[in-house]
């Protein structure tokens, strides 16, 4: 039982530079989230998903776009790359009332 | 809308001294309340959680207790270790809401040293 897993650890991107964050979670839970952490801050909810084929905007989804085709993977895509993301992102399954985050991606944009 | 505020960090202690950092919050409704833990170079970890008012969380020998009538959920541990460093999150989830959505505060750095 893996948990949540996140790909890639770090990722350096240039601006306008488009990638796709990878999650995937084993635990078959339904509810799915992407947050953003930036530093001294918490953390911010980017988008969420409350099923396969479901998913909506959370406080910041500005320049990022996610899909839900199965339980499992909930990947997040930023298209045209900007330094205002420059961020640590994590993906996070939810169960009850308890999140399960994965280990995070650090992804700078230069 | 929500919010969640923490004491600002960092915290630096020696060993074997009391922790406190306080959180407070405003919430619409009856929020659930949780502390989480990052480690270095790790995500989040859930440390303790309260659904409801005068609940207390516990795990680890930490404590939070949840005080609706003071809007607080301050998290306490009695004897500290080094291997407790660490960044700790405050936070709450909206009852209200079907999508569980977690507002955060900004962490508190904590710095144990021997």
């Known amino acids: 039982n893996a948990g949540v897993t996140q790909t890639p650890k770090f990722r350096i991107l240039k601006i306008g530079q488009s990638m796709t964050l990878q999650c995937t979670q084993d635990?078959?839970?339904?509810?799915m989230y992407w947050y953003r952490q930036d530093p001294g801050m918490g953390l911010k909810l980017i988008y969420y998903?409350?099923?396969?084929?479901?998913?909506d905007k959370g406080e910041v989804p500005n320049g990022y776009n996610v899909s839900r085709s199965t339980t499992e993977d909930f990947p997040l895509r930023l298209e045209l790359a900007a330094p205002s993301q420059t961020s640590v992102y994590f993906c996070?399954?939810?169960?009850?009332?308890?999140?399960?985050f994965g280990p995070g991606t650090r992804l700078t944009v230069t | 809308g929500n919010s969640v505020t923490q004491m600002e960090g960092p915290v630096t202690l020696s060993e074997e001294a009391f922790l406190t950092i306080n959180c407070t919050y405003t919430a619409t409704g009856y929020p659930s309340l949780f502390w989480y833990v990052q480690y270095p170079g790790e995500g989040l970890q859930l440390l303790l959680k309260a659904t409801k008012a005068d609940d207390k969380g516990s795990n680890k020998g930490f404590e939070a207790t949840y005080r609706k009538e003071t809007t607080s959920f301050h998290l306490e541990k009695g004897s500290v270790q080094v291997s407790d460093s660490a960044v700790y999150f405050c936070?709450?989830?909206?009852?209200?809401?079907?999508?569980?959505?977690?507002?955060f505060g900004q962490g508190t750095i904590l710095t144990v040293h021997p």
């Open positions: 635990m078959n839970h339904n509810y």
């Open positions: 936070a709450l989830s909206d009852t209200g809401t079907s999508y569980g959505k977690l507002t």
């Open positions: 998903s409350v099923g396969a084929g479901i998913t």
């Open positions: 996070a399954s939810r169960a009850g009332h308890e999140q399960y």
